[in-house]
C-alpha cells in the first residue's frame, strides 16, 4: 500500500514562518524611517514657508514705513497717516500686529520650527531695520547660525504707496525682493 501526504514538514512550515517574520520586521523598519522622514520633511517645510513669509511681509512693512523704531520688548514699523506696525518675537513665534489710531486692526503670527529665533535690531546711524532668523542649538555639538537675514531700507517705496490702491497693487508686485 502506497500512501502518499500533502503538505510541509514542521520544520518546512518553521523555516518559512522565520523568513516572513524577518521580511515582514525589515519593511516594518522601512515604514517607520519613511514616516519619521515624511514628518522632519513636513516640519522643515512648514518652517520654511513661515519663515519666508515674515521675511517678505517684514521687508514689505519696512520700505513702506517713515520710520522704523526698537524698543525692550518689540519693534516698530511706523508710517505718517497713524499707522503701525508691531513685531513681537515670544520664543519660536514672532507676532505681528497692525496698528491703526491705537487700535489693533490686524494680528497675524508666525511659527518657527524649534530651536530657531528671530531677532529685529535698527541701524543708528541709518534707518535700517533688520531681521535675522536664527537656529539656536538646545544640544552639545551643534553651532549656532544664521538661517536667513533681511536689512531693509525704511521709506524705500513709501512715495508709491501714495499712488491709489490700484497703483499700489502693481507696484507691489513690482518691487524686487
Not at 30 to 59: G, I, P, W, Y
Not at 81 to 104: A, K, L, Q
Request: proline letters at 1%.
Amino acid at each position: 500500500m502506497n500512501r502518499h501526504h500533502q503538505g510541509h514538514t514542521l520544520i518546512e512550515l518553521i523555516v518559512s514562518m522565520a523568513a516572513g517574520s524577518t521580511l515582514l520586521g525589515l519593511a516594518m523598519g522601512l515604514v517607520h524611517q519613511t514616516m519619521t522622514m515624511s514628518n522632519v520633511s513636513s516640519k522643515r517645510a512648514s518652517h520654511d514657508r513661515d519663515s519666508q513669509r515674515l521675511v517678505e511681509q517684514f521687508r514689505w512693512d519696512v520700505h513702506h514705513s517713515d520710520d522704523v523704531r526698537s524698543t525692550a520688548e518689540s519693534f516698530v514699523v511706523v508710517r505718517n497717516d497713524g499707522h503701525m506696525v508691531d513685531y513681537r518675537s515670544e520664543g519660536n513665534d514672532v507676532i505681528r500686529r497692525e496698528h491703526r489710531d491705537g487700535n489693533t486692526m490686524r494680528r497675524e503670527s508666525y511659527t518657527l520650527a524649534e530651536s530657531y529665533v528671530a531677532t529685529f535690531s535698527k541701524k543708528q546711524d541709518q534707518q535700517q531695520a533688520t531681521l535675522e532668523i536664527r537656529f539656536v542649538p538646545d544640544q552639545r555639538g551643534y553651532s549656532e547660525r544664521v538661517d536667513r537675514q533681511i536689512t531693509a531700507s525704511a521709506g524705500r517705496y513709501r512715495r508709491l504707496v501714495n499712488l491709489g490702491d490700484r497703483e499700489d497693487a502693481v507696484t507691489r508686485a513690482q518691487e524686487s525682493p
